[in-house]
Each structure stands twice: as C-alpha cells, then as structure tokens.
C-alpha cells in the first residue's frame, strides 16, 4: 500500500473499458495490474472511482487508497482535457472573461467543448472585441455552424470524451471511436447516436462522422466561395474530408444545401467511358508500332488527360444566418460602390443649371448716326492732289 500512495500519476492508467491499472515500475510503459474501476458520479467529468477486491490489495486501507486514486484519475482528466478546462479559468495568465463570452464558454464546457452555433447566435451578436479576444485566449474557435474547440482534437481527448459520455449515459465500454487521426468515419446513419458523435468532436452529416476542424474547413470553403447563393462542389473537398464524391454530395445536401446541377449524370458518364475505352486502345496501338521514344511520349499524354478531373455538381446555399451574412455582406459591398458611382456621375453631369430671372422684355429703338468724313479723306480731295 505505501508504494500505490507514493506512486507517481503516470504509474496509473484510465484504461478505455473504464478499468484502472496501477504499474510499480515507473519506467515501464505497460499498464501495469489491475486495482479498481470507475462507476458514474455526481459530475460527467469526475467518474467515482470503486476499489476493486484483488490480491494485490488484500489487507489494505481500502478506502485511503480510494481517496488517493480518485485524486491521480482526476489529474489524469484534467490534464488530458487541458482545453476544456480552460474554459472556465480566470487567473493572470489567461485573463477574465466578462458576463456575455462566459456563458458561451460555459455551455461549450457542458457539452464537452463543441455545441451548433445556433445554440448560442444571439450571444455571439452581442460580443465586442475584447470578448472575442477572451474567447480567442481559451481557444474557441466560432465556426459557420458549430462552435469548437480545436485543441480537443487530439486522439487522448477524442477517446477520453467518448468513455466519460457513455459512462454518464449508462452506454457500454469501451465506447467505440474512430481511428487516431481519421478525418471521417461510415456510420449507420439511421441508428447512430448524433449527440454522441458531436461531443467527441466528429459530427455526422450524411453518412459520416466528420473530424470538426476538416468539416469547419469544408464549410468556410463554401462559403467564401459561393457566389448569388450559389457554389460548385470541389475535389479537395473530398480530399479533405477524406470521402468519396458521392459521400461528399450526400454531406452537403444533408447541411441543408440542394444540388441544383450535377454535370456527372448517367448517360455523360457512359459515354466518357465509352471515349475512354477507344482512345486507350488507339494509344495502345500507337505505342506498339512507335519508336521507345515516342512511346514515353504517347504514355505521357495518356497520363496527363486521365489527370484532368470532371467537373462536380453545383449547389444552393441552405438560407440560414450563415447564408444571409454572406449575401449582406456582398449587398453592402455593392450597393456602397454603385451608391459611389452615382454620387461621381451626379457631380459630373448633373450641375446646377444658371437660372436668368425673368425680365418682360420691350422693344428697342437704336439710333446710330452715321461717322463724319475728314475732308482730307474725301475722293475728291484726294483727285486733286493727284492732279498737283
């Protein structure tokens, strides 16, 4: 008993079936021998720790050494789910954080640190700078459609998450997660638990569970680029999402957004094919009877047009806030600029025209006499100076 009460923190394991293993060597990085098991408590972060009845506990204070390995679990939690916790701290290095931002950070906490947006719109409407400055110090990330925290990405995290959740619901352990690191995982779309998904960091749309950090990528994508309510699916949606593009169509649409066009339909698709197949055999043919040089050259040009990807369906944006923003923020632009235009153009052609006053006007008379000549310029004194 004294070498568990003087065991190191890292000497206890949380095992994912809610077991605890004690290990007395702390050098080893095997989990060591079972001691005990945690049970539901009062609160879904701290689980209750149970000593369970094994040799290696026969004759001991069992109750000290509960008190001693509720307090290493609690450690383990905290330390694990850092982020989570910073979310409610208030010291110097992180700062205080007034009334508005600290009721999201409190249902961010609630809810294991990710909730839908809508949950907390009005809120986020009512926060000024330094909120958002508070908020960026504990890491909160506010995304298009759902509110997160980034940091709880980690694999220790997601799989720490999901036993407490389904301890605290009475679900069974282990509580089945993705795999360390995978952007998305297939799920029974009409049986899974969306809550579930959603509070280990991996909401479902379509028939996915979807990393939150790559699905608030896809999303801020799309919106960035959607264009009059509209935007086309890409590639390195996919890509990043880690599905197929049939998948990708079913995520989208389950976000609310409607396929409008699909350039992809059944008879493009067999005639691609069917081009495909004949330009395959007539590159074929073409390389047998070319030289070794020509023949890279021929492969090299096949290699490049099976390169050039098919264009993806467009869509329509879902009409939620998000949406509306978008299409505010555009309107503002324009109707600023074309308000300018009209305001140089009105300045340019549109001056105050000179108004006379209206004055009745009468007949004139003008009297002109007409010029007296100089007797020198008379013609007839000039005749006579000529005769002189």
Same mark, same amino acid.
């Given at each position: 008993?004294?070498?568990?009460?003087?065991?190191?923190?890292?000497? %206890?394991?949380?095992?994912? =079936?809610?077991?605890?293993?004690?290990?007395?060597?702390?050098?080893?990085?095997? *989990?060591?021998?079972?001691?005990?098991?945690?049970?539901?408590?009062?609160?879904?972060? %701290? /689980?209750?720790?149970?000593?369970?009845?094994?040799?290696?506990?026969?004759?001991?204070?069992?109750?000290?050494?509960?008190? %001693? +390995?509720?307090?290493?679990?609690? #450690?383990?939690?905290?330390?694990?789910?850092?982020?989570?916790?910073?979310?409610?701290?208030?010291?110097?290095?992180?700062?205080?954080?007034?009334?508005?931002?600290?009721?999201?950070?409190?249902?961010?906490?609630?809810?294991?640190?990710?909730?839908?947006?809508?949950?907390?719109?009005?809120?986020?409407?009512?926060?000024?700078?330094?909120?958002? !400055?508070?908020?960026?110090?504990?890491?909160?990330?506010?995304?298009?459609?759902?509110?997160?925290? /980034?940091?709880?990405?980690?694999?220790?995290?997601?799989?720490?998450?999901?036993?407490?959740?389904?301890?605290?619901?009475?679900?069974?352990?282990?509580?089945?997660?993705?795999? =360390?690191?995978?952007?998305?995982?297939?799920?029974?779309?009409?049986?899974?638990?969306?809550?579930?998904?959603?509070?280990?960091?991996?909401?479902?749309?379509?028939?996915?569970?979807?990393?939150?950090?790559?699905?608030?990528?896809?999303?801020?994508?799309?919106?960035?680029?959607?264009?009059? $309510?509209?935007?086309?699916?890409?590639?390195?949606?996919?890509?990043?999402?880690?599905?197929?593009?049939?998948?990708?169509?079913?995520?989208?649409?389950?976000?609310?957004? !409607?396929?409008?066009?699909?350039?992809?339909?059944?008879?493009? #698709?067999?005639?691609?094919?069917?081009?495909?197949?004949?330009?395959?055999?007539?590159?074929?043919?073409?390389?047998?009877?070319?030289?070794?040089?020509?023949?890279?050259?021929?492969?090299?040009?096949?290699?490049?047009?099976?390169?050039?990807?098919?264009?993806?369906?467009?869509?329509?944006?879902?009409? $939620?806030?998000?949406?509306?923003?978008?299409?505010?923020?555009?309107?503002? %632009?324009?109707?600023?600029? #074309?308000?300018?235009?009209?305001? $140089?153009?009105?300045?340019?052609?549109?001056?105050?025209?000179?108004?006379?006053?209206?004055?009745?006007?009468? /007949?004139? +008379?003008?009297?002109?006499?007409?010029?007296?000549? !100089?007797?020198?310029?008379? *013609?007839?004194?000039?005749?006579?100076?000529?005769?002189?």
């Amino acid at each position: 008993m004294e070498n568990i009460l003087k065991s190191e923190n890292k000497q %206890f394991r949380l095992m994912e =079936d809610g077991k605890i293993c004690w290990q007395s060597n702390p050098t080893n990085p095997l *989990p060591g021998e079972h001691i005990a098991h945690i049970e539901k408590g009062e609160d879904k972060l %701290f /689980p209750k720790v149970v000593i369970d009845d094994v040799p290696l506990l026969e004759g001991k204070d069992k109750e000290e050494i509960s008190k %001693f +390995v509720q307090e290493q679990i609690e #450690t383990h939690i905290k330390t694990v789910l850092e982020p989570l916790f910073n979310l409610k701290r208030e010291d110097e290095e992180i700062g205080e954080i007034a009334e508005i931002p600290k009721s999201i950070a409190e249902k961010l906490f609630e809810n294991f640190g990710i909730i839908p947006r809508e949950q907390v719109e009005e809120l986020i409407e009512k926060l000024d700078v330094d909120d958002r !400055k508070a908020l960026r110090k504990r890491y909160v990330r506010l995304g298009s459609i759902l509110v997160f925290v /980034p940091a709880l990405n980690k694999p220790a995290a997601v799989r720490l998450r999901a036993l407490l959740f389904n301890l605290w619901n009475g679900k069974e352990l282990p509580a089945q997660t993705p795999k =360390d690191g995978i952007v998305s995982q297939l799920i029974d779309k009409e049986n899974v638990n969306r809550k579930y998904y959603q509070s280990i960091g991996y909401p479902v749309y379509g028939n996915r569970a979807i990393r939150i950090d790559m699905l608030d990528r896809v999303i801020n994508f799309i919106y960035e680029q959607a264009d009059k $309510g509209e935007f086309k699916a890409q590639h390195k949606m996919a890509e990043w999402l880690g599905c197929p593009i049939v998948d990708l169509y079913d995520i989208l649409e389950s976000m609310g957004h !409607k396929k409008i066009y699909d350039t992809a339909d059944e008879k493009k #698709t067999e005639a691609a094919l069917e081009e495909k197949k004949e330009i395959s055999a007539k590159d074929l043919k073409k390389a047998e009877i070319s030289t070794e040089e020509n023949k890279d050259e021929v492969l090299e040009e096949k290699e490049n047009q099976e390169q050039v990807k098919p264009e993806l369906a467009s869509f329509r944006l879902k009409k $939620g806030k998000a949406y509306f923003k978008n299409q505010g923020d555009k309107k503002k %632009f324009k109707s600023k600029k #074309t308000s300018d235009d009209k305001k $140089g153009k009105n300045n340019f052609k549109k001056k105050t025209p000179f108004k006379k006053k209206s004055v009745e006007r009468k /007949p004139q +008379v003008i009297i002109a006499d007409a010029p007296k000549a !100089k007797e020198e310029d008379s *013609p007839f004194a000039i005749l006579q100076q000529l005769k002189k």
